[in-house]
Every structure is written in structure tokens, then in C-alpha cells.
């Protein structure tokens, strides 16, 4: 089991940044992927940024790429997502989601292929 916790959340102004923070334990020596995922309300659940633990390779989603920046500490039991350049539509519930088992980068950004979540942490953009 993994338990991951997420902070950092806050109300910002368009054009601004926040670091979000993501803290696992428990069985961290099997986490092969974390990613992150938001949700704003009546809308699903996409992903935002991920990072395969062993090689330290990023990927991102299209509306994020070039804003946002993902990275890992060394014992890989804390992820980090940058946000920077914040637009109103960025607001949303953000997710830190994590896997033991391998993930295809065609897959990384589907919820259903990982097993753990955190409660999620709330940003708001103001315009």
C-alpha cells in the first residue's frame, strides 16, 4: 500500500504560480509512476504531468506543456508539480496518483491504470 497526501493548494491570480506537493509512504520502493490529475466540477478527470520514477522522464498534457514543471525528489517519496503562468482555467482539484506496476506513456495519463490517490489538493485561478 501507498499513501500519498497533497498540499499547496491555494487561490491565486491569473498569471501566477503555486508549487503543489506530493508526499508518499508506505510501500514506496514499488512506485514505478506518479502523475498528477485535475478535476473541475462537472468535468472529468484529466491528467496534467507525469514522471517514471527510474529514468526521471517527464511527460505533460497538451494544455499544461511549457507552464507547469514535474519533478522528484532522490528517494522518490515526494513529487513536486510547478505551476507557473496560471490561468483561470486551471482551476481545479489536483490529484497526485501513484502505481507499482509498469505504466505505458500511452497509459500514463489514464486514471484507471493507478491504484493509489491522494485526497486531492484545491486551486483556484482568479481572472
Known amino acids: 500500500q501507498v499513501q500519498l497526501v497533497e498540499s499547496g493548494g491555494e487561490t491565486v491570480q491569473a498569471g501566477g504560480s503555486l508549487r503543489l506537493s506530493c508526499a508518499a509512504s508506505?510501500?514506496?520502493?514499488?512506485?514505478?509512476?506518479m502523475a498528477w490529475f485535475r478535476q473541475a466540477p462537472g468535468k472529468e478527470r484529466e491528467g496534467v504531468a507525469g514522471i517514471y520514477a527510474d529514468a526521471n522522464t517527464a511527460y505533460y498534457t497538451e494544455p499544461v506543456k511549457g507552464r507547469f514543471i514535474i519533478s522528484q525528489d532522490n528517494t522518490k517519496t515526494t513529487v513536486w508539480l510547478q505551476m507557473n503562468e496560471l490561468k483561470p482555467e486551471d482551476t481545479a482539484m489536483y490529484y497526485c496518483?501513484?502505481?507499482?506496476?509498469?505504466?505505458?506513456?500511452?497509459?500514463?495519463?489514464?486514471?484507471?491504470?493507478?491504484?493509489?490517490w491522494g485526497q486531492g489538493t484545491q486551486v483556484t485561478v482568479s481572472s
Open positions: 496518483a501513484a502505481d507499482p506496476w509498469a505504466i505505458s506513456k500511452s497509459d500514463l495519463f489514464t486514471p484507471a491504470k493507478f491504484h493509489y
Open positions: 508506505g510501500e514506496t520502493r514499488r512506485t514505478y509512476a
